[in-house]
């Protein structure tokens, strides 16, 4: 039989290359995504030893006796109350992490479901009924959908969360729709029907892990747009309620910002802003690395 | 014992078209319109016309892998157009299919022994190590090397990927497979290995195909016989060697006709064929092909032409043409 | 009548391409002629860089991964290569035209053909859109398309496979370039519209005394409608001389492989179809020495040591370092 291998194929190095590590490799040659990741890891790491109660465990006890301006005991000066406004800067990273883990992560998974059970089954009643339920959810205006739910679960830590789940899964779900319905009529999709290959498989084996790279960009963005609501929400008082996030400081700020007072502002927007910033250009290169395109 | 493998009669699909919320319906497009044909154990039929000719159609019909509108397939006496999906399934194992993109007919995400093993585990075929072994064995047959199990299909080429495409059709041991163009997207050379590949299954495991193509020099060295399709029906039907000798329909002899030959100082005896397909959503009346042909006569447009059997010592080669109408 | 003058001469033209795993050479010192009036083909099968080649004569060669590293291309005793934009945007359509393989997406399906026609004819004319738009529907008229002044005013999805490409070439011809460019202008189309179409190009090229490079794969094609052959492997050019010397008398083995497993119709059917062993190599790790050595019968040791390089007379070159007598190609069928 003829053999189809040639003999350089043979000698290569036995490195097995998956479609994640060529993008693993295209990501890394990206400096700007690098420098980005490692912005986004250094608040990562800053999360998660909050959240070990290393640090920043003070940020709600009345350190000082009034405000003050950034001196060397208070990087970033004290609240009205006498907080450290550092220490409530920092512990804020860990809630903005909670509230984007946890929405992105949620939504995400809803949202591919979803979407790829009605590509599947695009324009038959399933689907119809789907598309039906999403456009409702759109068309309530957010925050009053989110005041609502929060109303709702009046009493859980995690109403905000909850209602933002909500609110984005509806995004996720029409772009993975999109491209189910693109992969559903590929020949790997005929290939798998023709064997007999049960439809739930299909769906899950075939058809989803092909949205991957579409899922993993999704979840980047719904991880900001989570941090960004979160903050609005805070400001408009349905927010965090027991602990602290910048959208809380800066809501407490805008009192203190027209007496002349903008450490708490100054502080909370300029971590939120460093943080957006990176991990949309981390999407962005991303997004570049995964490109089934260029695979 | 009939020694008939798969039967197929007048078999039919219709789509429609169009259909909005103002109009009740744009257009019916007869992919396939009226087709019967026969294939031994054994034998490959090859299917040949231009796009649009409802060829790929067809196949899938064939196999229901689209449900067709009328008509009856059988696979060893059995029937197919009707079977629940529990039957159907366990029918899959014996009717495969050979896609014609070797780059959108294998999953990107899956490697080459997923793609393997996945017929197997859903069939639930023996045990793991039986299902292990005749992954093995397949890539032997289809010259592949055990290192190529590990890899993705973006690593191959597309003559590879071919190979793995036909390696997984195998798998399940099927009695029939209905080859899509399987060589079209493939360079010359590429070509000829895997035609070669395809007769020699032929020769050893003695499995029917439909070979499905666009290329009637292709088609030649494959097949014993061979049918034309034109707008949805059947035109011409002949073992290989007759046809080529001698094509009767006109569609067949300008197809034939069309091919350009390598050779410098051959005649170019292109029979010119005047006008483009017409769009399958409007064919013409009658006989379809009657805009084109030379010809042409007013009963062509009047009456649908009927298949005449034309062979001769039992030899059976079918004409859908009024030119051989008593 | 031909000048001695060649209308296109490339020499030694090398393009190398940055990419992920590194900088990989497409064409490797190619060069060929073509003479007014002439079509030449230039065969390959994919990877060959044939079409790198061809887009490499327009300009065309996307300049961030792509480079021309080296050689020359001569249009009328100009050198193109290091041309600027601007100088190249007066050439394109006007003395040097190019067909694609995709008619669905070589035409704006935004646009009327009449829009995409006149901006083409106004872009080398000065001349008004009335008078550009009668010799738009000349055109047409030209490439064999029924009722022009009608169809000239439908936009590209409303046309069939084998119109659109004519009105490619339609397009293509309208400012009477002297060189046309074809890449797989046919390929995507069924056979019998593949007819039609080479008939018209073979007449037009006639009528405007026009030189075409035909690429392609599709050796039936070439022999069809072609003075002159090129045969390109791996980015080399490895054989190359007039059409009846090519095929009667290949010399190269991959030539004479590439002839004899081209599927045609035969007489009788044969068991297997003839073949060249192996897969074309990747040019990211190419052998040392001839680059067909690995699938050659008729490999010695020289050909793993040094790369051969074109030899012969005018009518016949060949870069091997066996180049055996065969007998006629025609014959072995």
Redesign the interface.
């Known amino acids: 039989?003829?053999?189809?291998?040639s003999v350089q194929e043979?000698e290569k190095p036995?490195k097995?290359?998956?479609?994640w590590s060529k993008a693993f490799e295209k990501f890394t040659r990206d400096r700007l995504g690098m420098v980005s990741l490692f912005v986004v890891s250094l608040y990562l790491f800053v999360a998660i030893l909050v959240w070990l109660g290393v640090i920043a465990q003070q940020w709600d006890e009345l350190l000082a006796s009034g405000q003050m301006g950034p001196t060397a005991e208070y990087w970033f000066g004290t609240t009205i109350n006498g907080q450290d406004i550092f220490q409530r800067a920092i512990y804020s990273t860990k809630t903005a992490f909670e509230v984007g883990l946890i929405v992105a992560l949620f939504a995400t998974a809803i949202g591919a479901v979803a979407g790829s059970f009605m590509g599947y089954y695009s324009g038959t009643v399933l689907d119809e009924f789907i598309l039906w339920i999403m456009n409702s959810i759109d068309c309530v205006p957010y925050f009053l959908l989110v005041a609502a739910i929060a109303v709702a679960l009046d009493g859980n830590p995690y109403s905000m969360h909850i209602a933002m789940m909500f609110a984005f899964w509806t995004g996720t779900a029409r772009v993975v729709r999109g491209e189910v319905i693109k992969l559903k009529n590929?020949?790997?999709t005929?290939?798998?029907?023709?064997?007999?290959?049960?439809t739930y498989?299909i769906i899950f084996?075939?058809l989803m892990?092909?949205t991957?790279h579409i899922l993993l960009v999704e979840m980047t963005l719904l991880f900001i747009t989570a941090i960004k609501s979160e903050v609005i929400l805070s400001f408009l008082g349905l927010g965090i309620k027991d602990s602290i996030s910048w959208g809380l400081m800066i809501s407490e700020a805008s009192g203190e910002v027209t007496a002349g007072h903008f450490c708490n502002f100054f502080a909370a927007s300029g971590m939120l802003f460093v943080l957006v910033l990176a991990f949309n250009m981390f999407s962005d290169s991303l997004q570049d690395a995964l490109d089934?395109r260029k695979? | 014992m009939s020694d008939v493998l798969l039967e197929v009669n007048g078999l039919k699909k219709h789509f429609s078209v169009g259909k909005s919320f103002l109009k009740r319906n744009r257009g019916l497009c007869k992919a396939v319109d009226d087709v019967s044909f026969t294939i031994r154990k054994g034998k490959t039929l090859g299917l040949v016309g231009?796009?649009g000719c409802g060829k790929s159609t067809l196949g899938?019909c064939v196999?229901r892998?689209l449900e067709p509108t009328a008509g009856e397939v059988r696979i060893a006496g059995q029937d197919v157009v009707n079977l629940d999906a529990k039957s159907?399934?366990e029918l899959?194992?014996e009717?495969?299919?050979i896609?014609?993109?070797p780059f959108?007919?294998?999953?990107?995400?899956?490697t080459i022994h997923d793609i393997l093993r996945?017929?197997l585990d859903?069939?639930q075929v023996g045990t793991i190590e039986e299902r292990e072994a005749k992954i093995a064995e397949v890539m032997?047959?289809?010259?592949?090397?055990p290192?190529?199990l590990?890899?993705?299909p973006?690593?191959f080429?597309?003559?590879?990927r071919q190979?793995v495409?036909i390696a997984?059709a195998l798998v399940?041991e099927p009695k029939f497979i209905v080859a899509d163009e399987p060589v079209s997207a493939l360079?010359?050379?590429?070509?000829?290995?895997v035609?070669?590949?395809i007769?020699?299954l032929q020769e050893t495991k003695g499995i029917s195909f439909l070979f499905i193509a666009?290329?009637?020099?292709?088609v030649?060295?494959i097949c014993d016989e061979v049918g034309v399709m034109y707008l949805g029906r059947m035109v011409e039907k002949a073992p290989?060697?007759e046809l080529?000798r001698s094509p009767k329909h006109p569609y067949t002899q300008?197809?034939?006709s069309?091919?350009?030959?390598?050779?410098?100082?051959?005649k170019?005896e292109?029979i010119?064929?005047e006008?483009?397909?017409p769009s399958p959503l409007m064919p013409p009346s009658g006989c379809t092909f009657r805009t084109r042909c030379k010809h042409a006569t007013t009963r062509c447009s009047k009456e649908v032409p009927q298949a005449h059997d034309l062979g001769e010592n039992g030899v059976e080669h079918l004409v859908t043409c009024h030119l051989f109408a008593d | 009548m031909t000048h001695n003058e060649p209308l296109l001469k490339v020499d030694n033209l090398t393009v190398e391409f940055t990419t992920d795993k590194g900088v990989v050479r497409a064409i490797n010192g190619v060069s060929f002629e073509v003479m007014p009036g002439e079509t030449i083909a230039i065969v390959g099968?994919?990877g060959c860089g044939k079409s790198v080649s061809s887009l490499s004569v327009m300009g065309l060669v996307p300049s961030p991964p792509g480079k021309i590293v080296d050689g020359s291309i001569l249009f009328n005793g100009r050198e193109l290569v290091g041309l600027s934009e601007k100088e190249y945007r007066k050439l394109r359509g006007n003395d040097i035209s190019m067909i694609f393989q995709e008619p669905m997406t070589a035409l704006n399906p935004v646009l009327k053909i009449s829009t995409q026609m006149v901006d083409v004819i106004r872009n080398h004319n000065k001349v008004s859109k009335q008078e550009a738009k009668v010799r738009a529907i000349e055109m047409l008229r030209t490439v064999g398309i029924?009722s022009p002044e009608s169809r000239v005013n439908e936009y590209p999805h409303q046309l069939?496979?084998?119109?659109r490409q004519r009105v490619m070439i339609a397009m293509a011809l309208s400012c009477n370039p002297s060189l046309l460019l074809a890449d797989e202008p046919t390929t995507a189309l069924?056979?019998?519209?593949?007819?039609?179409v080479?008939?018209e190009m073979v007449r037009l090229q006639k009528q405007l005394n026009m030189a075409v490079v035909l690429v392609t794969?599709?050796?039936?094609?070439?022999?069809?409608s072609c003075q002159r052959v090129v045969v390109m492997y791996c980015g080399e050019v490895i054989e190359q001389g007039t059409?009846?010397e090519i095929?009667?008398n290949p010399k190269h083995p991959y030539t004479q492989?590439?002839?004899k497993?081209?599927?045609?119709?035969?007489d009788?059917?044969?068991?297997?179809?003839?073949?060249?062993e192996g897969?074309?190599p990747d040019l990211f790790h190419l052998p040392p020495g001839c680059r067909f050595a690995d699938r050659c019968d008729k490999v010695g040791s020289e050909c793993h040591q040094g790369s051969p390089v074109l030899e012969g007379d005018n009518g016949h070159q060949v870069a091997c370092f066996h180049h055996t007598k065969q007998t006629s190609?025609?014959e072995a069928v």
């Open positions: 039989m003829t053999d189809v291998l043979i036995q097995r290359e998956s479609l590929m020949e790997f005929e290939a798998a029907h023709s064997l007999g290959v049960p498989k084996k075939h892990p092909n991957t089934p695979v | 231009e796009s899938r196999l892998l159907l399934k899959r194992k009717m495969q299919i896609f014609q993109d959108a007919s294998l999953s990107p995400r899956m996945e017929p859903t069939h032997a047959i289809v010259g592949l090397r290192q190529a590990n890899r993705y973006h690593e080429s597309g003559g590879q190979r495409g997984r399940l360079d010359v050379s590429v070509q000829a290995q035609l070669n590949l007769a020699e666009h290329d009637l020099a292709v030649q060295h290989a060697e080529y300008a197809l034939l069309a091919i350009p030959v390598p050779d410098p100082t051959a170019s292109a010119p064929l006008g483009d397909v | 099968e994919s029924p069939s496979g084998g119109m069924d056979v019998t519209i593949q007819a039609q080479m008939a794969h599709d050796l039936g094609v070439v022999a069809e059409v009846e095929f009667a492989g590439l002839l497993s081209i599927p045609v119709v035969r009788k059917k044969i068991p297997r179809l003839p073949t060249i897969v074309v190609y025609t």
